[in-house]
């Protein structure tokens, strides 16, 4: 009579489908690792049991060093800027991605030396599964950093003049290209560009994107105005793009803030609005639905943009290697234009 043929083995995929969670959550719990719930844990010890698993010792050494969580570093020095509806939608889009993934999410900012030296020993000690990392700046420090990180790096949105392996990003050129044109075919003909900080790729793709509709229809481009994307900034830009060009009469701004200031400022100048002046802006948050009078803008998917970010850099916790994302944009008509 023949011998049974040796048991195979259970995999910690199997562990994983019996207690009903991911394989990361698995190996965790098997691990001791933090941010395992007491439900979970407790599944993961029962589907052991029951299928007598036994841990490889490299692949749990391996599992040892995962930390259940995930960082989202902007360089910003201001904690207020997570309370910015822009941040704070790519946060909750974020932290929706990675909680179906049983990960914890990080906030850090990293704009003064403290916070990138937190950074720097975050990314060298492996002090999170993996990094999404959002508003850089060109020659940003950043940046060297994270071609050296031993864990996997996701970006929201390109640094400048560089290519990154994986990052997410909106169509930020087609987009301002959509609006400036949108202002064109309202007859206007001195269109200027409220443009967001030129050291960050946001700002001047925007800006191209402007330039753009604007040479193919032939007018003259005007010198950018530039401001830091908030609503002070704006107001700023607008009183001296007034005061440089009184013709003006129609205004791309490179985000809603911005847009909401250069509104402030056109109505204490009396410049009626979209009467002598059009305004178009970018993102499409709540300001833009309450601005006075309601903003025109190009909506960008800005919780998608957070959700995309996690989503990829979960992807490449996995072994994965995703391809980067484009997401696309689309012009709100309002009453500013």
Known sequence: MAEDAPRRQPTLDEVAERAGVSRSVASRALNNAPHVSRAKREAVERAVRQLGYVPNPSARALATRQTGAAALVISGEDPSIFADPFFAQV???ASAALEEADLHLMLCLAASDQGRKRVAELLRSRGAD??????????????????????????????????????VDVDNVGGAREATEHLIT?????????CG????????AR??????????????????QEGDFTEPSGAAAMAALLTNHPDVDGVFAANDNMAAGALRT??????????????????DLTVAQ????????VHQPIEALGRE?????????????????????????????
């Open 91 to 93: 946060i909750v889009g």
């Open 130 to 167: 993996g990094v999404m990392l959002m508003a850089l700046r060109e020659d940003d420090p950043l940046f060297p950093l994270t071609v050296e990180a031993q864990m996997p790096v996701v970006f929201g949105g390109r640094p400048v003049g560089a290519t990154p392996r994986w990052y």
């Open 186 to 194: 309202r007859g206007r003909r001195r269109v200027a560009a409220l």
């Open 197 to 204: 900080r030129l050291d960050t790729e946001a700002g001047r």
């Open 207 to 224: 800006y191209r994107g402007y330039r753009d509709a604007i040479l193919a229809a032939g007018l003259e481009p005007l010198p950018p």
């Open 266 to 283: 056109l109505r204490e100048a009396g410049r009626t609005i979209p009467g002598d002046v059009s305004v178009v802006g970018f993102d």
């Open 290 to 297: 309450f601005a006075n009078p309601p903003l025109t803008t």
């Open 309 to 337: 970010m996690a989503r990829m850099l979960v992807s490449v916790v996995n072994g994965l290697d995703p391809t980067p994302l484009i997401l696309p944009t689309r012009l709100v008509v309002r009453t500013s234009a």
